[in-house]
């Protein structure tokens, strides 16, 4: 469960300040461990590498850490100077009475001349090299033209300051418009990246740096659930994707046995991907991935949690005008449809989903069924509709869909054509009635172009 913002900070605070591990401040708080971490990482708080936090220092080295501080050096320079992470710095000071200074405050440490500052920064140069001409941090230098109130962005000459009396101005739009990065002007013009940023913002333009993407990808796909395509993709990543954070990657995938082809093609193209499958050979799979934090972090906030397999919950953010597509891609993933003498149709998951699934099916069409625990597992259930009640089950699915996965679509299709044959024999006009409208639907499936390419490979 994602935390609120408010309390992921106060979990983030006492993490940083006081150094103090996840586990702990889930027993002083009293939440979860994986509440804790999944909304660090929801909210873009990065934690801690493993041992980082337990690197000491001896007396010599915490004494460095000080003087370096009180030359002006910044907390985050320090921690990476001495290979640490940032609350073993705070600590340091914390023990010896040294009370860190505010983001923006002048530190008085710092040795330098005031007016020579100025002066070099009035002659155009950059925060860093008036820092090295004076041998003090780029830090102190802006943070002495913050008091002053001057601009610690752009220490430029005056023209630089107002970008559109710039005499690059001109230029740097025609490249702009040109489509052009910000870093190609930059060097293209041999001028600064900020300024280049600065003259854009200030002429009404808006931000468009390129993507360092190899291949193309809607990373807002997830972020509103407002279409079938996106509801039954919902359901299949749900059931049979991952959503996973490792080694500073943000990951999407699907892995599927390569005779279904056919469902991942689909994602890629609702995703407006073109990026190639991954095909293992030992175990006759292929994989679609995709690597993005905007994407992965939509799936989080609808409850695609890592690892899910026994914890997953139904979505309660999507709407119940799109249940029966999400089903259906539940049923693509973690589901079944078998056809021969009995259609079995059913899904296998977390007795929340099962239990969510149930209410709605019965909701929808009328049916209803029991729920089984699955009998190699405690915690994983089950529910199934066979003969005629999967084949109900199967036209609210198919009725209106954008996409039919073929291998489970068959054996559909094979049952109904094979109780058509026999229709007069059917013992009710109940049953007639829903093979009467499987067929119908079967009918308008094979009648539409999108599925005709489909079902002839």
């Given at each position: 469960m994602i935390l609120s913002k408010e309390k992921t900070i106060e979990c983030w605070n006492i993490y940083q300040k006081e150094g103090i591990s996840i586990e702990k401040i889930a027993k002083i708080l009293d939440v979860k461990f994986n509440d804790i971490f999944q909304s660090c990482r929801f909210y873009g708080y990065k934690l801690r590498k493993s041992g980082e936090i337990n690197k000491v220092l001896d007396i010599n080295e915490e004494n460095d850490v000080i003087t370096k501080y009180k030359s002006g050096i910044s907390v985050n320079k320090i921690s990476k100077i001495f290979n640490i992470d940032r609350s073993v710095v705070?600590?340091?000071?914390?023990?010896?009475?040294?009370?860190?200074?505010?983001?923006g405050t002048f530190n008085t440490t710092s040795?330098?001349?005031?007016?020579?500052?100025i002066k070099l920064?009035?002659?155009?140069?950059?925060?860093?090299?008036?820092?090295?001409?004076?041998?003090?941090?780029?830090?102190?230098?802006?943070?002495?033209?913050?008091?002053?109130?001057?601009?610690?962005?752009?220490p430029q000459?005056?023209?630089?300051?107002?970008?559109?009396?710039?005499?690059?101005?001109?230029?740097?739009?025609?490249?702009?418009?040109?489509?052009?990065?910000?870093?190609?002007?930059?060097?293209?013009?041999k001028t600064n990246h900020c300024l280049v940023s600065r003259i854009i913002k200030k002429n009404g333009f808006l931000y468009k740096e390129k993507s360092n993407r190899k291949y193309t990808i809607n990373e807002l796909f997830f972020n509103e659930i407002d279409s079938i395509d996106k509801a039954l993709i919902l359901g299949i990543i749900f059931t049979d994707g991952c959503n996973s954070y490792n080694n500073g990657k943000y990951i999407v995938s699907v892995e599927l046995k390569s005779e279904d082809k056919d469902v991942l093609d689909y994602i890629n193209k609702c995703f407006n991907s073109n990026r190639p499958l991954r095909y293992r050979e030992d175990k006759d799979t292929l994989t679609l991935k995709v690597n993005s934090q905007i994407m992965s972090n939509s799936l989080l906030n609808l409850g695609?949690?890592?690892?899910?397999?026994?914890?997953?919950?139904?979505?309660?953010?999507?709407?119940?005008?799109?249940?029966?597509?999400?089903?259906?891609?539940?049923?693509?993933?973690d589901g079944f449809i078998c056809g021969g003498n009995n259609l079995l149709v059913g899904f296998s998951g977390t007795k929340n989903m099962c239990e969510e699934m149930m209410k709605r099916i019965k909701n929808y069409t009328n049916m209803e069924n029991s729920i089984q625990p699955e009998s190699n597992c405690d915690t994983l259930f089950r529910f199934v509709f066979s003969g005629f009640e999967g084949v109900r089950l199967c036209n609210h699915l198919f009725q209106d869909a954008t996409f039919i996965m073929k291998r489970k679509y068959l054996k559909y299709k094979e049952f109904v054509l094979n109780k058509y044959k026999e229709i007069d024999k059917l013992r009710t006009a109940n049953q007639k009635e829903i093979i009467l409208e499987a067929i119908k639907i079967i009918n308008k499936i094979e009648a539409e172009p999108r599925f005709i390419e489909l079902l002839k490979n």
């Open positions: 705070l600590r340091i000071f914390k023990e010896c009475g040294i009370q860190q200074m505010p983001i040795n330098y001349n005031e007016d020579t500052l920064y009035n002659s155009g140069l950059s925060n860093s090299k008036i820092a090295k001409e004076l041998g003090i941090t780029p830090g102190v230098v802006g943070r002495f033209l913050e008091r002053k109130g001057l601009d610690i962005n752009f000459p005056e023209t630089a300051r107002n970008p559109k009396k710039h005499p690059l101005t001109e230029r740097i739009i025609e490249l702009f418009l040109l489509d052009y990065s910000y870093a190609e002007i930059s060097r293209t013009l695609c949690t890592c690892p899910k397999s026994l914890t997953l919950e139904y979505p309660s953010k999507l709407e119940d005008k799109y249940f029966k597509h999400f089903l259906h891609g539940c049923i693509i993933g």
